[in-house]
């Protein structure tokens, strides 16, 4: 199982990527401060690191800039409320893989992770399957059967968490979080909306409402 290394000092963002990333099958990690973002990067077995730079101690720019002065390729992500085109370059200058801006959607934020660590993996296969259903993850497109369906970015996100956790009932949180992000409001009812949407374009019987669960491909 893959392990990443969280280096987030605010709470609520921290617990946010802690569950959604643990939802998606890895191992994560958490620390407050730069120092412990440097020291667990260096002397334990990780696959990645999402790095928030405004932390407590030194700042992620300087955890970036030592950990590539000790010749370490452990990938990185930065996470940060700073997106200037200074800041941008800066973390990319500094050694970072990728860059992110707050806020940001979940389903984004995991994406990047998986790119990031099949940089240094073997190749598989960039398709999901099941049940006749069938998504490129290369090209973004859905294939049903022997025929293309169009989808937004919003509904191949949906339908890529469904065809990741096949049999499993997904709650309407769970959902909300991964496609949506973390500034999503637990209220809405736009999870419900969009998979009516899905259910339009795949058949009303694959998608089953679970009550008072959620929903579950079949």
């Known amino acids: 199982m893959s392990r990443i290394l969280i280096a987030e000092d605010e709470l609520r963002i921290a617990s946010f990527v802690e569950k959604g990333l643990a939802a998606a099958g890895f191992t994560t990690v958490t620390v407050r401060t730069g120092t412990d ?3 667990f990067a260096l002397t334990s077995d990780f696959d990645l690191l999402v790095l928030d730079i405004g932390l407590p101690g030194i700042d992620g720019y300087e955890v970036l ?3 590539r002065a000790e010749q370490s390729a452990l ?3 930065v996470l940060t409320a700073r997106d ?5 370059l800066a973390s990319l200058q500094g050694g970072a893989n990728d860059y992110m801006s707050k806020p940001f959607r979940f389903d984004e934020l995991l994406a990047r992770i998986r790119l990031r660590m099949t ?3 073997p190749v598989t296969q960039p398709e999901l399957a099941v049940g006749g259903l069938r998504l490129d993850l290369r090209t973004r497109r859905a294939v049903l059967g022997d025929r293309q369906v169009d ?3 919003r509904e191949f996100a949906l339908t890529e968490e469904f065809l990741r956790n096949p049999d499993q009932v997904l709650s309407r949180e769970q959902l909300l979080s991964r496609v949506w992000g973390y500034d999503f409001d637990p209220g809405s009812n736009i999870v419900d909306v969009y998979v009516g949407y899905l259910r339009a374009k795949f058949g009303a019987g694959r998608i089953e409402t679970v009550r008072g669960m959620g929903y579950r491909l079949r």
């Not at 200037?84 to 941008?88: G, K, M, R, W, Y």
């Open 37 to 39: 973002a440097l020291d």
């Open 65 to 67: 800039r030592r950990l």
């Open 75 to 77: 990938p990185v992500i």
């Open 84 to 88: 200037s085109a200074e800041d941008t």
């Open 119 to 121: 940089d240094a993996a």
């Open 151 to 153: 989808l937004s970015a």
